[in-house]
């Protein structure tokens, strides 16, 4: 590739791509215009000196300084949320994600076909976790990248969709060092709200870096081994237990659903929750 992107070949080629740009942007013109205004803001407010609205009310202005550090970094996420959108077509979340009506977004649309739509700078805070919690973490949204995969909630995923997804999560992984165990779903930090991904392919993730799964062969766990504090430590919010249950099946097992733990899920529990202790 790298002889025919020389000279003349590369202005060629990148004539097609900047047309594609062109005529995909024109339709969202008005909204681009809005996320442009919105970062901007964002931007102002990182560049003020002094930060006067992070000033502390209970101490008087003139006892409060700033001097900048010339040490620091842009916070970045630490978690993956995965979604489905269970909607029909790529069009329609981004319909669905250009309105403020809905006040719901996501970083990364993924296609069917594998087309991907960056939504939301990796650096900004996209609404897609909503009311959630894993392990001790509240405010998902501050925390995570969301990545929403054009399904309706009960169809296979192409293999173009999780294809373009995993070279989507390699380059993210390494951009921002996220741990294995950070690649999630929505419904694994919102079981009593959320079903999404469904069906998904979660074993096919793990086998390439992206979230933690169980070993092929299983032991009973012994006797005194306590369900509810694995669900705890892999993250589950354990506030209502069949919905953690389910949301551990629907992540885990897949097979069955059910609010209940045979012997065979507490072994793949007890298994897994050990590789996140
Ligand atoms: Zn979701």
Redesign the pocket.
């Known amino acids: 590739m790298k002889e025919i992107l020389n000279g003349k070949n590369k202005l060629i080629l990148s004539i097609p791509l900047f047309f594609l740009a062109a005529c995909s942007t024109n339709k969202y013109a008005a909204t681009n215009k809005v996320y442009k205004e919105q970062a901007k803001v964002f931007g102002n407010t990182l560049k003020e000196m002094p930060p006067l609205s992070q000033n502390v009310e209970m101490i008087a202005p003139d006892q409060q300084f700033f001097i900048g550090s010339v040490n620091f970094g842009i916070r970045k996420p630490n978690f993956v949320?995965i979604?489905?959108t269970a909607q029909t077509s790529t069009d329609q979340t981004i319909k669905t994600f250009t309105l403020k009506s809905t006040q719901t977004s996501a970083h990364y649309v993924v296609g069917r076909d594998g087309k991907v739509v960056h939504m939301v700078n990796d650096y900004l805070r996209a609404n897609?976790a909503g009311v959630a919690k894993w392990g001790n973490e509240t405010d998902l949204n501050s925390c995570s990248l969301g990545i929403?995969l054009d399904n309706n909630g009960d169809e296979p995923y192409s293999d173009a969709q999780i294809n373009s997804l995993i070279s989507l999560l390699t380059t993210l992984k390494k951009k921002y060092n996220i741990p294995v165990q950070g690649f999630i779903g929505?419904s694994d930090i919102a079981p009593k709200r959320?079903i999404?991904p469904n069906k998904f392919p979660w074993k096919k993730l793990a086998e390439q870096g992206f979230g933690l799964w169980y070993d092929d062969i299983l032991q009973i766990p012994p006797p005194e081994f306590d369900a509810t504090v694995a669900l705890r430590i892999i993250g589950y919010d354990i506030s209502n237990m069949p919905a953690a249950i389910i949301a551990f099946k629907r992540h885990f097992v897949q097979t069955d659903i059910s609010p209940v733990l045979t012997l065979s899920d507490n072994m793949i529990l007890f298994n897994l929750y050990r590789k996140y202790m």
Do not use: R, Y
């Open positions: 949320i979604h489905h897609h929403e929505h959320k999404d």
